[in-house]
């Protein structure tokens, strides 16, 4: 059975700091693994994708790694700003497509 | 923890037929509940937040008229896909909040033939 695991639960960084967010899973046969901020009381917002070929992702400020083989990807978040404040989900979907499994969430302050 | 169930997990239909799917959190009220949908290849997107007692907010782009959505009580939230077409072929998620935390439910994948 898939599990997902974040770490750390919670991180507070001053502002204009670049930062990392990790993401563990324990199945490797992966489809893809996609990167989410949620901010409360709100639904999620997708940030990223990374499909089961590929390495890592760009947005903007966000770059996105996968490392299958290892079970890790990592969320990079260059020049923090306290808009960036909220929780980041990482989820993975198998290869059959059929099952979706969330992370339990890094939450994130960025302190002006 | 908390459980959101989503029944069925898996439908097949013909096109121009409606297709109902729903959404359960079992051991907790939610007041909001979400739809996402994800195309294959795509991102999981958000599609709708389901207010219990009151109309869906859709986001942009997202057809009220072609996804139905009713949070009758606040337990259970139904997501209907009218006229269903073979482009509405996807998988389906819903949530519930429950103290700030999102709790998934396992998703429907929808077939249109």
């Known amino acids: 059975k898939q599990e997902v695991t974040q770490i750390p639960a919670a991180l507070s960084v001053p502002e204009g700091e670049n930062l990392v967010l990790n993401c563990s899973f324990t199945d490797s046969a992966i489809y893809n693994l996609q990167w989410f901020r949620q901010d409360p009381g709100k639904g999620l917002t997708s940030l990223l994708l990374i499909q089961s070929s590929q390495r890592e992702q760009t947005s903007g400020r966000l770059n996105a790694s996968l490392d299958k083989s290892s079970g890790r990807s990592t969320l990079y978040i260059a020049a923090s700003q306290p808009g960036d404040s909220a929780t980041y989900l990482c989820a993975v979907i198998d290869n059959y497509g059929q099952n979706f499994v969330f992370g339990p969430g890094t939450r994130l302050s960025v302190l002006p | 923890g908390a459980v959101v169930s989503q029944h069925p997990s898996r439908v097949i239909c013909k096109s121009g037929t409606s297709v109902k799917i729903e959404c359960r959190s079992l051991d907790f009220q939610a007041t909001t509940m979400f739809w996402y949908r994800q195309f294959p290849k795509q991102s999981l997107m958000l599609m709708a937040t389901?207010?219990?007692?009151?109309?869906?907010?859709?986001e942009q782009g997202v057809e009220k008229d072609k996804f139905l959505i009713n949070h009758a009580s606040l337990t259970l939230s139904t997501l209907t896909v009218t006229s269903a077409h073979p482009e509405d072929s996807s998988f389906y998620i819903c949530s519930a909040i429950k103290l700030d935390t999102q709790y998934f439910g396992p998703g429907t994948r929808l077939t249109v033939l």
């Open positions: 389901s207010n219990e007692g009151s109309k869906a907010t859709y």
